[in-house]
């Protein structure tokens, strides 16, 4: 089966300090992943997108790289704010159309 | 970006009792989503409801348990049947963005309770 996995254990960072998180998937390569934020209480919000083809992408403060690899996803947030402290969420396509698989997600704190 | 509201946002239900949760989105959509998030874990695909066809179920999850509609290209409801405890969930609906098939939008989810 496809698996997404992330590191369950939360992350806690300084303000200003670049936040990475990780997240590794089993089998094949998916043809993309995506990263959700989720606040507790709401759904995920979509953030990024990466495919296969592409080694990084950025927008803002967060940057995603795709390693086809290692089958790792690197996910950095920049400059990190006590604003960024949520649960973020990898997912990959899975079979064809829309399925999403996610991972579990990793907290993320961001302290003064 | 489309925008997605569930009801009820939450519901404490007592054990053999079902309960019907609404997704409305604001702009009309192919594909609509559900998933189940239990406590502590991530997202599961519960299945994927087209308008005018049989929704499409994944592996564990089953029509009499959780039955769903979709009426129209803005609206789908997601039944949970006989709940029992394990049930307690939150259920959110997603949709796929619009200009692209690639990206998910979710509802703020409902909060279920089994007592």
């Known amino acids: 089966s496809q698996k997404i996995e992330q590191n369950s254990e939360a992350l806690n960072i300084q303000e200003g300090k670049t936040a990475t998180l990780t997240c590794n998937y089993t089998?094949?390569?998916?043809?993309?992943l995506q990263w959700y934020r989720q606040d507790p209480g709401r759904g995920p919000v979509f953030l990024l997108l990466i495919r296969e083809n592409e080694k990084e992408k950025r927008k803002e403060r967060l940057k995603v790289t795709f390693d086809t690899t290692l089958k790792q996803s690197l996910f950095h947030i920049t400059a990190s704010q006590p604003a960024d402290s949520a649960t973020y969420l990898c997912?990959?396509?899975?079979?064809?159309?829309?399925?999403?698989?996610f991972g579990t997600g990793t907290q993320l704190k961001v302290e003064l | 970006s489309a925008v997605i509201s569930q009801k009820p946002s939450r519901d404490i239900c007592q054990r053999g009792t079902s309960l019907t949760i609404q997704c409305q989105v604001d702009s009309q959509v192919t594909m609509m989503f559900w998933y189940r998030q239990q406590p502590g874990q991530s997202l599961t695909l519960i299945a994927t409801?087209?308008?005018?066809?049989?929704?499409?179920?994944e592996s564990g999850f089953v029509i009499d348990k959780f039955p769903i509609s979709r009426p129209n290209l803005t609206f789908s409801t997601l039944t949970v049947s006989n709940m029992s405890p394990e049930d307690s969930s939150i259920y959110l609906c997603?949709?796929?963005?619009?200009?692209?098939?690639?990206?998910?939008?979710f509802g703020p989810g409902t909060r279920l309770t089994v007592l």
């Open positions: 997603s949709v796929d963005e619009r200009e692209s098939t690639d990206t998910q939008y």
């Open positions: 089998n094949y390569s998916p043809a993309y």
């Open positions: 997912a990959r396509a899975t079979g064809g159309g829309n399925k999403l698989t």
């Open positions: 409801a087209n308008q005018g066809s049989e929704a499409t179920y």
